[in-house]
């Protein structure tokens, strides 16, 4: 007679699917942003200490740093890049594209076993307005990847306006956020992070090989935002 169950069989029970938006508590994470005095990072500082996170602005100076955290309140703190990284559980990367790959080969061992957050678009803009550029290693995310091999490193908070971001007077950021990375676990931390922030929530967008094309699309919002005189973000749909 056949057993129909996994008795003897040394097969065990298959688990249940894990709750996709079961995601953990990041509450007590301290949060840096390299590039924090530039307006994406000033504005993502903003909203998430404003959502109750410990955040860390990073600049290559540190009095630029601490200027604009003393501007922003909340208790925000300012410091050279290299500090910041070493005091934050999770690094987002704000600095022009210009400087991604001088900045983060700079900072190697301080972002050593760090969460790092790209949120670089790299973009060129002629008369015709914005476009997208290809890095050699495919994309900011996957080029921070091949310079930080011994951080875990993660795309996301790229289609964000930083004008709405910075206007104290707008309660919530009606948008979603693109995450992508190798390790669930750390992706789960960064949806999480995101949604903190009011009106935002953060999914699960694939691994890093996917980043060129969410990093591009930034350009298309730009058009977009320049036709209808709007800050568009993005929403998906059915999830």
């Avoid at 249940?16 to 924090?36: E, M, T």
């Avoid at 007077?169 to 390790?183: H, N, R």
Wanted: net charge negative; charged share 25%; glycine share 10%.
């Amino acid at each position: 007679m056949t057993s129909h169950n996994n008795a003897g069989t040394g097969t065990a029970p298959k688990a249940p699917a894990k709750d996709p938006w079961d995601l953990p508590d990041v509450s007590g994470l301290v949060v840096g942003v390299l590039g924090g005095t530039g307006d994406q990072g000033r504005g993502l500082a903003y909203r998430l200490a404003r959502a109750g996170q410990k955040v860390i602005i990073g600049s290559r100076v540190a009095q630029r740093a601490e200027t604009a955290a003393s501007e922003l309140g909340l208790g925000i703190e300012g410091a050279d890049n290299a500090e910041c990284a070493r005091r934050s559980d999770v690094v987002i990367v704000a600095v022009p594209w210009d400087g991604h790959a001088k900045t983060l080969e700079a900072l190697q061992k301080e972002l050593a076993g760090k969460l790092v957050v790209d949120c670089v678009n790299p973009l060129g803009f002629d008369k015709k307005g914005a476009y997208a550029l290809k890095p050699e290693e495919g994309s900011a995310a996957e080029q921070a990847a091949a310079l930080l091999p011994d951080s875990r490193v993660t795309a996301a908070f790229h289609h964000l306006s930083a004008v709405l971001l910075q206007d104290e007077s707008v309660e919530e950021i009606d948008t979603d956020v693109l995450v992508l990375g190798e390790a669930r676990a750390d992706t789960d931390i960064v949806q999480a992070l995101a949604g903190r922030i009011p009106g935002m929530r953060g999914i699960f967008a694939g691994r890093l090989r996917g980043a060129h094309q969410v990093e591009s699309l930034v350009a298309n919002l730009i058009s977009v935002n320049r036709r209808y005189k709007a800050h568009a973000g993005l929403r998906v749909t059915d999830v």
